[in-house]
């Protein structure tokens, strides 16, 4: 089974992803860091076409062996990801790299264009949102800044990912659109479980 988690920055979807991967026992896939690895390849003057960036059992991100999850989560790499990922040549190349590891095992991937691009065949895709607003007081919580400054560099990335040619962050059509504005991690898994369920009996049927 292959479950994809969409939407903007600091909508819920790693925490959601990895909570649900872990209860389900399948591989959870941040490709969002998959392109803050990339971004880091470029600030370290790695070529992408030589430096594999891999993803470990436990959804640790590998840059050509190395595991860098810990140096991925700086205010100024998650910028210089968005600009990175504009780049259709870095696209193409993540996106071959995830479709790849979804191939015959059971997944959670979350991202920005799993549901659209990635794994448009996914048998489950959710597009999580909430308010510029609520999603900048969620993002001071995990890295601190000023409240202006947090909410103005969500609304630049929310614009760049939209408006971007390639891949532009949208909802699938046929995605569940969950508003996480005023919802615990809690309550957000427990509709995204019985989404599951509910997907699982389908099939079954």
């Known amino acids: 089974m292959r479950i994809a988690i969409d939407g903007p920055a600091?909508?819920?979807?790693?925490?959601?992803?990895?909570?649900?991967a872990a209860e389900l026992?399948?591989?959870?896939?941040?490709?969002?860091a998959m392109y803050r690895a990339a971004a880091l390849a470029r600030r370290r003057g790695l070529s992408l076409e030589a430096t594999d960036i891999a993803v470990a059992a436990d959804g640790r991100i590998l840059l050509a062996g190395e595991d860098v999850t810990d140096l991925l989560g700086s205010p100024e790499?998650?910028?210089?990801?968005?600009q990175v990922a504009v780049d259709s040549r870095v696209r193409r190349r993540l996106v071959a790299i995830q479709r790849r590891i979804a191939e015959g095992?059971?997944?959670?991937?979350?991202?920005?264009?799993?549901?659209?691009?990635?794994l448009p065949d996914a048998e489950l895709k959710v597009y999580l949102?909430?308010?510029?607003?609520?999603?900048?007081?969620r993002r001071m919580r995990d890295q601190g800044g000023e409240f202006a400054d947090v909410l103005a560099?969500?609304?630049?990335r929310d614009e760049r990912d939209s408006t971007r040619a390639n891949s532009p962050l949208?909802?699938?059509?046929?995605?569940?659109?969950?508003d996480t504005t005023d919802k615990s991690p809690d309550q957000v898994l427990a509709v995204v479980r019985r989404l599951v369920e509910e997907r699982r009996a389908h099939v079954g049927r």
């Open 10 to 20: 600091a909508a819920g979807k790693t925490t959601i992803a990895r909570r649900l």
């Open 25 to 32: 026992g399948f591989l959870f896939v941040p490709t969002g």
């Open 77 to 82: 790499l998650d910028d210089l990801s968005s």
């Open 105 to 118: 095992q059971d997944v959670v991937m979350e991202g920005r264009d799993i549901g659209t691009v990635v």
């Open 129 to 137: 949102w909430a308010t510029p607003e609520e999603r900048a007081r």
């Open 153 to 156: 560099a969500i609304r630049r």
């Open 170 to 178: 949208r909802p699938a059509p046929d995605a569940v659109v969950i």
